[in-house]
């Protein structure tokens, strides 16, 4: 079945749909047009029909009072797709009694960018305001995002960005400058059991067709669309097909068909953008803790939302030296065998040896003493000068090297009977600098103990 879209209006010029206020409706058997799909039947009109987003759109909160007062500005909806993005803007012009220009960052380039803002400055001469709504803004590239800009600054237009990706990176800062920013949040189960009741008793939905579902059977399809509304009114409309129609001509969602249509979840996970980073960090942070569940679950949400197991093992290596490192020194070990591992396997196979470095990274001894020195030796040699390596500790390797006093003064160790000599290693303005600080966790309190005591053999 195809994929519903939040707004499927007749197309414009050039794939641009405007229109003056909330969309029209289709005129049919009772005012509605049952060819249309159900996202598009049962899009909300007004404020107080749109479900979610309460900490937006409640009574008295601010973008809800910018529309009552007809106050809106530019503006970006940063949130998961189903969520209303494009149905609020819509809402949004409707209210503010503007034109609407639904614009996709998909389908158009600069020369349409031009003509939407040349018919939207004609409007504003004519004492007409323009919403522009550019869904997937964070598709523009920088030269495309900047033509919005003098439009945007001499009130042409009220541009209304919807973009999943965090704007920060995606939304060019000269124009994030000019926009307010609001959250969407994901619907939760509740939100989406009141739209799916809707769904079955309004007349535009499946009101006057007589589905009987169950309560259980909601809520199936209200966790199963994983706080998407196009994904739940989807798989409600693919249900109502897969029902059984009964003498009288209604019809009853048995939990057979209802199990067809929610056999797979389709998960919110972008491998490049700022979910992908979110979960490796979900993952690192949560094996840091040594919260073995919650690494098991954030490694698995990774892996089924498409990210290549070699991604997350090479940073189980990662984490095998920074957060476990001389603690547990087999750690580096198991890690490195789990990526061979995948290597060999690949998916599905190999979920089970990273459930099983993950397993043991989390509940390892933790030291990052490894990562301090690491990170503390660097800083000084970037803030340092670049000392000559110490004359003792160099390789005296043809005679000319040798009558310079390379090596002069080199105490091989092995001739000690401690295995140890007082000679100094690091540059002269270093002498005193430790960058490895042993704790006392796990396998490192050995060391620790015997670094102590090569100290203090060195200071006697």
Known sequence: MEQLSLFDQSQGFNGIQEMNGAPAEVESSGGVDFTQPLANRLRPRSLDDFVGQ???LGKGKMLRQLIERDQISSMIFWGPPGV????????????????????????????????VMQQAENDRRRGRRTVLFVDEIHRFNRAQQDAFLPYVEKG????????????????????????????????TEENLCRLLHRALTAPEGFGRQGVAMTDDQIRAVAAFANGDARTA?????????NSQIQPDGSMIVTNEGLEQCVSKKSLLYDKSGEEHYNMISALHK?????????????????????ENPLYIARRLIRFASE????????????????????????????????????????????SNACYVACEEAKRDIKEKPAEPVPLQIRNAVTKLMADLDYGKGYEYAHNAEEKLTKMKCLPESLQDREYYRPTEQGAEAAVKERLEEIKAWKAR
């Open 286 to 306: 949560s094996m840091r803790n040594s919260d073995p569940d919650a690494a098991i679950y954030w490694m698995l949400r990774m892996l089924e939302g498409g």
């Open 156 to 187: 042409s237009i009220v541009l209304i960005g919807a973009t999943t990706e965090n704007p920060s990176f995606e939304v060019n800062g000269a124009l994030l400058s000019r926009c307010k920013v609001f959250v969407l949040k994901e619907l």
């Open 233 to 241: 009114l989807n798989t409600l409309e693919m249900a109502v097909l």
């Open 323 to 366: 957060d476990v490192g001389m603690a547990d020194p087999k750690a580096l070990e198991l890690a490195v065998n789990v990526y061979q591992a995948c290597h060999f396997l690949g998916m599905p196979e190999c979920d089970v040896h990273l459930t099983h470095a993950v397993t043991y990274l989390a509940m390892a001894p933790k």
């Open 54 to 56: 309460e900490h937006l």
């Open 84 to 115: 209303g993005k494009t149905t609020l803007a819509s809402i949004i012009a409707g209210q503010t009694k503007s034109a609407f220009i639904n614009f996709s960052a998909v389908t158009s380039g600069i020369k349409e960018i031009k003509e």
